[in-house]
């Protein structure tokens, strides 16, 4: 299946329908994961991938052009040649692999077995996934949320919209869809309860900061969509949206300043309460806010940096 | 057989990725190649996750009543890969936008051809 949809994704001109075919493959990896167990990661596919890389990629396509151009290539012999080479080369590296799924794989001989045996007397928490992110491998984690608040800032520089401008009135284009408009009214504030329940229950299920962060964007940007962009811009301010962007991060660089200063090691949250473990959940649930507030932030105002751009430039037209 | 069963996760990552791979370097499109980097990376997360497979094994979320959990570590690795993937697409993305307000276009040749004629 994934394949195929591969596939057909090469051979499309319409890029509104690679677009769409996008989506279905990352729908369809999430299926996958789940299969393999891995039901954090395919909260997260289904979210980011099927719902807001789609959009995203949709409003770039509003703003630029909506079919490829169709040309005489000068040839597509050569990388084919090349991917046909590399593909069988690393076909030829998979034959010395494990086996999918065999429990004597050098993967599974270390670091793991002693995250699955100790980490409930260590952190305390069901979800190993979650204990792994947040409190083992926290620098890891406070890393990549400065990635995605980079990437966020990138997305401010290249696309911001000055200010004056921002204010001029701009009509949603779905005013008059009646059904949608009810239908998402209804529908938000569950998306919304959703996510905080994933935020905040990450530690026992499948779940946590990212997830929720992504699936609370998705909720203003369903809104921000029927809506329209100033009625989006007044439930969550771009000014706002910028000072939470910072606040997150913050706030997980802040757990490890603290526990700094409360005698530990930078991110070792067992000094953060009198007893280790429950200094390990404070620690923790303070982290997962943090990165659910940068990720939220991040989503939203790339969404709103990408709409505002392309009503201008309509505009401009 | 078994071999073909074992190993056939990973080829199909390989040819997933060798997809992306001809993507990126076959086609014109900048649009194009952002889909086609995306399934690489794709491709990448699918390989990590099939070597966290155990069979028989549980998701690993402790409980009393499982013997045997799936890797951790690399859904770990992925989850937050798939999110940083959608901020740096959305930089790509935002790239792609203002290259086509200064150039009027999104294939790479007709941007070659205008920075030539310059």
């Known amino acids: 299946m994934l394949a195929v949809t591969a596939l057909s994704v090469v051979f499309m001109r319409d890029l509104f329908a690679i677009v769409m075919l996008f989506g279905i493959y990352s729908l369809l990896s999430a299926g ?97 996934v979650t204990s792994v992110l947040a409190s083992y491998r926290g620098f890891d984690t406070l890393g990549e949320v400065v990635v995605i608040f980079t990437a966020g800032l990138g997305v401010l520089t290249l696309l911001g919209v000055s200010g004056d401008r ?148 309509k505009d401009e037209e | 057989m078994d071999t073909t069963l074992g190993l056939y996760n990973y080829w199909i990552v390989i040819f997933l990725m060798m997809v992306g791979f001809y993507v990126v370097i076959a086609q014109g499109n900048l649009i194009k190649k952002v889909v086609g980097l995306n399934i690489f990376q794709t491709s990448v997360f699918i390989l990590y996750i099939t070597m966290g497979k155990v069979s028989g094994g549980a998701a690993p979320i402790l409980d009393d009543s499982v013997t045997a959990y799936s890797n951790p570590l690399p859904h770990v690795l992925i989850l937050t890969a798939i999110v940083v993937g959608v901020a740096t697409t959305a930089l790509a993305l935002a790239l792609i936008v203002r290259i086509k307000e200064e150039y009027g276009s999104v294939e790479e040749d007709e941007i070659h051809d205008q920075d030539n004629s310059l």
Do not use: C
């Open chain 1, 32 to 128: 996958f994961f789940v299969t393999m167990e891995a039901v954090d990661v395919a909260l997260t596919e289904a979210a980011v991938g099927a719902g807001v890389t789609t959009v995203l990629m949709l409003g770039t396509l509003a703003m630029t052009v909506r079919k490829e151009k169709a040309r005489v290539k000068p040839s597509s012999l050569l990388p084919l040649a090349v991917v046909t080479i590399t593909g069988l080369v690393l076909i030829y590296g998979t034959l010395d692999m494990p086996y999918m799924g065999d429990p004597d794989a050098p993967v599974h001989q270390h670091v793991a077995p002693r995250y699955i045996e100790q980490s409930y007397e260590e952190v305390g928490m069901p979800n190993i």
């Open chain 1, 166 to 313: 921002r204010h001029e009135k701009r009509p949603a284009v779905m005013e008059h869809h009646l059904v949608l408009k009810v239908i998402t009214k209804a529908l938000i504030p569950l998306i919304l309860l959703y996510a905080l329940y994933i935020q905040f229950h990450g530690d026992y299920g499948p779940g946590g900061g990212f997830q929720a962060g992504v699936i609370f964007g998705a909720a203003i940007i369903l809104y921000t969509i029927i809506f329209g962009l100033t009625k989006g811009e007044q439930v969550i301010t771009p000014l706002f949206l910028r000072y939470m962007m910072g606040a997150g991060v913050l706030i997980y660089g802040g757990t490890g300043v603290l526990s700094l200063l409360l005698g530990g090691n930078f991110l070792d949250y067992d000094v953060l309460a009198h007893d280790a473990l429950h200094g390990q959940h404070y620690g923790i649930l303070a982290v997962e806010f943090g990165v659910g507030v940068t990720v939220t932030a991040v989503m939203i105002s790339i969404f709103f940096n990408f709409t505002g751009r392309s009503t201008l430039s």
